[in-house]
T-cell receptor, first 111, second 113 residues
Framework: NAGVTQTPKFRILKIGQSMTLQCTQD?????MYWYRQDPGMGLKLIYY???????DKGEVPNGYNVSRSTTEDFPLRLELAAPSQTSVYFC??????????FGPGTRLTVL | GENVEQHPSTLSVQEGDSAVIKCTYS??????FPWYKQELGKRPQLIIDIRSNVGEKKDQRIAVTLNKTAKHFSLHITETQPEDSAVYFC????????????FGAGTTVTVRA
């Protein structure tokens, strides 16, 4: 039972490149979330999903896209990387409407 | 949407002393208040939570109190130990029965040996 896994752990991108951050869970949770955490700051919600086929924007969705074709996977796509997207990205899942369990994070640097 | 404010932003305590972190929220309909601990370079982990039908909850050396009238809740750590050094985040739902959380900006706690 791996819980919530994220890949890659670290990545350096050049401005304008694209990439997908992977998030997979084996807990059969319906709710999944993507957050970004900037240095010394709290967590900002990028996108979320309440089940396969359903996604919606959070507080800071610009520059990102998501999909949820299965219960297990919730990838986050950056199409045109910008320095402002340098951050640590956390995926989280929830069994019900409150508790959230976080993945180990992906540290992204855009140069 | 919910606005969560957290104070202080940094807290330094002597080992064995208590630490208290306070959060205020804006939406009176909020009904779930978790606290997360994040060690350096690690993921946030839930350490304790409280629902709006109780005023206090305790788990060993940590406790959370809730004042719904004043719309604030606090984390109390007693007999602090070096392993309590971390960043602590409070959170609240964006409204009643809302599964999206708003997080405070975090409190960096340092326990001095």
């Amino acid at each position: 039972n791996a819980g919530v896994t994220q890949t890659p752990k670290f990545r350096i991108l050049k401005i304008g490149q694209s990439m997908t951050l992977q998030c997979t869970q084996d807990m059969n949770h319906n709710y999944m979330y993507w957050y970004r955490q900037d240095p010394g700051m709290g967590l900002k919600l990028i996108y979320y999903s309440v089940g396969a086929g359903i996604t919606d924007k959070g507080e800071v969705p610009n520059g990102y896209n998501v999909s949820r074709s299965t219960t297990e996977d919730f990838p986050l796509r950056l199409e045109l990387a910008a320095p402002s997207q340098t951050s640590v990205y956390f995926c989280a899942t929830g069994r019900d409407s409150n508790e959230q369990f976080f993945g180990p994070g992906t540290r992204l640097t855009v140069l | 949407g919910e606005n969560v404010e957290q104070h202080p932003s940094t807290l330094s305590v002597q080992e064995g002393d208590s630490a208290v972190i306070k959060c205020t929220y804006s939406d009176s309909a909020s009904n779930y208040f978790p606290w997360y601990k994040q060690e350096l370079g690690k993921r946030p982990q839930l350490i304790i939570d409280i629902r709006s039908n109780v005023g206090e909850k305790k788990d060993q050396r940590i406790a959370v109190t809730l004042n719904k009238t004043a719309k604030h809740f606090s984390l109390h750590i007693t007999e602090t130990q070096p392993e309590d050094s971390a960043v602590y985040f409070c959170a609240a739902p964006r409204g009643a029965n809302d599964y999206k959380l708003s997080f405070g900006a975090g409190t960096t706690v340092t326990v001095r040996a």
